[in-house]
């Protein structure tokens, strides 16, 4: 008597679920990831979910951009004033700027195209991910959470978004990050004054150098909200969906394939 023996494969992880947030692999843009690198390098590795490189390129942009005064000269080009441009550039630095800044592009570009090849390859053998984590001092679990709620909330203060769809590093980073932006660009005092109606002292107060930061800073908070709270909840219903077929599907169902008729 021969014996047939099948070889079952090892399931592939997919997801990773902790205390400090949900990590999973699924299908992303190319193109958006590498446009938000454009925005600022280490944006689309922090999409990836890429958190030590992505906060290390954050980093990196922040200091050579102060270094060389880059958000000041572009203000100055804006407003067509070439010479101010010129000379408010640091050149001892300026150069170490634009080679970094390619490769945060090129490389969550090329991540993305890995990762979307590892999901396609491994989708269906994928394994469970731990529903819940319970800690000392933190619980995370798997539940649906509404985006236009994680939507609204990034719009109030940048971070608070990513807190709601438990998102703690990206969500602590971002909140001190806009904290120490807006302290040193004079963000809310400007705003203050120009409710006044002072527009002279408003544009008088602001630090022009740091407020340029501040808008790739919240429009990527509430992107990143919304996104994650999306394919969250997509795979809420991948494991509702392997959790009914494990124990309330019976194991002789068969979907059987009709005859087609001319």
Do not use: C
Request: proline share 3%; net charge positive; charged share 20%.
């Amino acid at each position: 008597m021969r014996h047939t023996y099948k070889i079952k494969k090892p399931a592939k992880k997919l997801s990773h679920m902790s205390i400090y947030g949900t990590t999973q692999i699924h299908l992303r843009n190319p193109y958006v990831i590498a446009l938000w690198s454009v925005v600022f390098p280490g944006f689309g590795h922090l999409l990836l979910n890429k958190y030590l490189r992505g906060f290390s390129l954050v980093l990196w942009e922040l200091v050579i951009n102060q270094m060389i005064k880059l958000n000041s000269a572009m203000v100055y080009s804006f407003i067509g004033e070439i010479d101010k441009a010129k000379e408010v550039l640091d050149v001892r630095y300026m150069h170490m700027y634009i080679p970094v800044y390619l490769f945060a592009i090129w490389d969550s570009y090329r991540s993305t195209v890995d990762m979307n090849h590892i999901y396609l390859l491994n989708e269906k053998d994928a394994a469970p991910v731990e529903k819940t984590v319970i800690k000392p001092f933190e619980i995370n679990y798997l539940d649906k959470r509404k985006p236009i709620a994680a939507f609204l909330w990034s719009m109030t203060i940048p971070g608070v978004g990513q807190l709601y769809i438990h998102r703690i590093f990206s969500a602590f980073f971002t909140l001190v990050m806009t904290v120490v932006l807006i302290h040193f660009s004079h963000f809310i005092e400007g705003f203050h004054y120009l409710l006044i109606g002072d527009i002279q002292k408003s544009k008088s107060v602001l630090n022009m150098q740091w407020l340029l930061y501040l808008p790739s800073f919240y429009f990527f908070t509430i992107y990143d909200s919304y996104m994650n709270a999306v394919e969250n909840n997509k795979l809420y219903d991948a494991e509702q969906k392997r959790h009914l077929r494990k124990y309330y599907q019976s194991k002789s169902f068969t979907i059987k394939k009709g005859v087609k008729v001319e």
